[in-house]
Structure formats: C-alpha cells, structure tokens
C-alpha cells in the first residue's frame, strides 16, 4: 500500500519535472502568432493578391515594455506582371499563404543570451506581400489579373495600428529589415520617425538593404533597369523621399545610395561586402553570364576562380566607394561592412549573437547594433578584404538552393532547439512510460 502511494507520488513528481521542462524548453525556439490587419482592406492596403497585410508579434517585458522593434520581412521585388503573378500566390504576395505563426530568432529572439539588447522588446514582423518594398501605390486593380500595387498602403496600414496597439507609447523604437526589408527601412525611416511622438529615442537599422547601382559584368545596368521597372510597375514614385525624387529620377530613388545622406534619422547599415545576393543578381546575373560560368561561385565563394575573386574585389571597392562618397560620417551612423560571403545577419542567431558568431574588430553585430542604438559607444567598421576574416561563414550555400536566394531559412535557429529538445522529451516520456509498467 505504501509502496504503490510512493509511486503514484513519484508519477506526479516526474510529471510536473515534465512539465516545467516542456515549457522551460519551449522557449528555445520562438513562434510568434500571426495577426491579420483586416481594417486596413478598407483603405486598400492589401497583398498582391487582395489578401489583407499581416505581422508577426511577441508582446515586450520588463524594462522593454515600452520599446519597440520594427522588422520588415524581405524578399526581393517583382518587376512585372509575369513575376508579380508567379508570387500572388505564395507568402510573398498572399496572408492566405503565410501560416499562423513564425519562428523568431537572432535580433527577433525573446533571449537574453541570444539577443542582448531586444529580447524584452515588443518584436514585430511586418509580413511582406507587395513586392515593392512597401513602396507601391496604384489605385487601378486590372481585373485580368487581379494584381493590387499597394506596399505603400501596406505599410501606413500595419503602422497605424501598431501605434494603436500601444506603439505610440513608445521610450524606444528601432525600425530594421533586411534584404528588400533593408531598403524599405532606408526609404521608411524618417516617416517612420515622424509617426512617433517627439520624445521617443527613434534609429533605423538596415540589414542588406544597401542596394548599388553598378554594371554587371557584362557591361549592362542591369540592376538599374530592374528597379526602374519596379518603381513604374508599382506607382513608387510618390513614396519615395522627396528629397532625392526632387533631384533624380524617381527610379534611382530605389538606390540607397541617393537617398542616405538626406536620412536625418540615424541609420545603421550593416552589409557584408561581398553581399550574396548583390553578386548574384547585379554584378553577375544569369542575362550577363549565358554560359552559366558564374554559378558555382554564385553557390559558394569557395568555388570562385582566382579570376572570379578578382572581378568580386573590385565589386567591394566599388561598394565601399558608394558607401563613403554617399553615407556622410558622423557618430550617428553605425557602419558594419564585414567581408562574409552573407545576405541578411540579423535574424539568423548563427551571425547574430552566438559564441562562434562573426566579428568585427571583435566586435559581433548584436553588440555592435545594442551599444549604437544605445548610445554607448558610436560604430563605423569596415572589414579588410576576403579571405582575411576567419569567423566568417560564408553562408550563403546554405541559402542557395531555390529560386528565391533572398529568402532566408527563417525555421533554421528554431529548428536547430527544437530537435535538440527532443531527446530530452523522449526521455522523459520513456521513463514516464516505464512507471506506469512497475
Ligand atoms: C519579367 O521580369 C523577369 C525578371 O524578373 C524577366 O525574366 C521576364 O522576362 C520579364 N517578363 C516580361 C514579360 O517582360
Ligand atoms: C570620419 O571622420 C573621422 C574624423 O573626422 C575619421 O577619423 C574617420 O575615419 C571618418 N570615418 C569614415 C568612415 O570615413
């Protein structure tokens, strides 16, 4: 009798040790809920597709309840269309398609010791579904195709009602994206900066958004072209900075570099200098190398001719020559151009924050973007010249694969915790399993 009491208060001993395990370990890897901004379908701020806008959103805590992080999801542009319609239907064009949660992690994670400086924030994930960095704003729906150009709308929607949702209460907020999410945070940042109240401490952060405008190799202005076509397929012209489509053409107004310098809130950029994307598809797109010659350096830096490396050196000259001539300097612009073989450092943890993470001057990008925003220490670094710097990882093979290399694996830190969980959890279940046996 005593015995059989002593196992029943084993059981429940084991079951509540399961228990606070189970959710101790949950937060490993954080799934953030998806919320729908169906007001904004009233004024016409919709997806590709007509589907409403969508955000990803982890309520703050403790001291950062009243802080706000902002990122905007990339994921290239479409420049026509044909290209238009090829996303519709995909979480690039469609909340029908994006699924009701998302894993959060590096800048996004709720943890200290994976995110030093915001894991307490209020974290918000504006989905993007527009295709124009949320620049576009045509009022005509063409009925053939049902294609609606509002990224513009999208983003004055999410907004809105972010600053509702408690947002205009704000003592800190930090606007950041990366990749196509990067440059719309430069193109956003000051009207970001003017919808929050005088007092909150406002700075913008960009995460391979720094876009240039240069020829490819084969001599063509490749990259130019597109983004022109971009800006007309999508009416951006009027949600670009006045400051530069008051000068030039509103399609070099999608060039970062025209319209940094008259960003007066202080930016942060953060690029690899060899950003995988950028070689990809501007310095060596598939139209300006036809045989192909390209694509095994495209995959991996590794694979790169003597030849090859030559031409992506010149490339970073090129980039750092952009960057110095058009980003001014003061204290109050970080800079963070590493030479890694990368595309997007924020929102992996592998490049974020983790013992082996890159670094700059010793520096890691998370602390380097924490002692910026808060005003502890300025930074503006830029790395010697590949393959100087060994805590790269040259991660862009992992991101190959696919026809969309701009998109980032968002799963993969959240993933990696949630199987190493799972032994732990068999484990238990096994012992839990053989209890109920004696
Ligand atoms: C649309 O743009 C894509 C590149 O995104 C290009 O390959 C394609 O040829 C263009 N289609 C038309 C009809 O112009
Ligand atoms: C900015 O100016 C300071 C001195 O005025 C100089 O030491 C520094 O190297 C400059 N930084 C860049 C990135 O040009």
Partial sequence: MAETRLLAAGKCLLLFVCLVLLSVTRTDGLYAPITYVTSGVSKGAVCLDGSPPAYNFDKGYGTGINNWLVQLEGGGWCNNVTSCLARKNTRLGSSKQMGNQLAFSGIMSNRREFNP??????????????????????????????????????????????????????????????????????????SFRALLPMGTKVKCLSDAGYFINVKDIAGAAHIQAYFSQVVSLHGSAKNLPLSCTGSLSPSLCFFPQNVIQQVRTPVFLLNAAYDYWQIRNILAPADADPSGSWNACKLDISNCSPLQIKTMQAFRMQFLKTLMSKSGNSTARGLYIDSCYAHCQTEFQETWYMADSPVLGRTKIATAVGEWFFDRSPFAKIDCPYPCNPTCHNTASGGGGGTSPEQPDKGSAATVAAAARLPLLLALISIWAIMNLL
Wanted: proline share 1%; hydrophobic share 40%; net charge negative.
């Fill in 117 to 190: 400086d915001f894991y307490n924030w209020n974290r918000v994930k504006i989905r993007y579904c527009d295709g124009s960095s949320f620049t576009g704003d045509v009022e005509a729906v063409d009925p053939a195709t049902n294609l609606h150009f509002r990224g513009a709308r999208v983003w004055l929607a999410v907004i809105e009602e972010l600053l509702a949702k408690g947002m205009r209460n704000a003592e800190n907020a930090l606007l950041s994206g990366c990749s196509a999410g990067g440059l719309a945070t430069i193109m956003h940042c000051d």
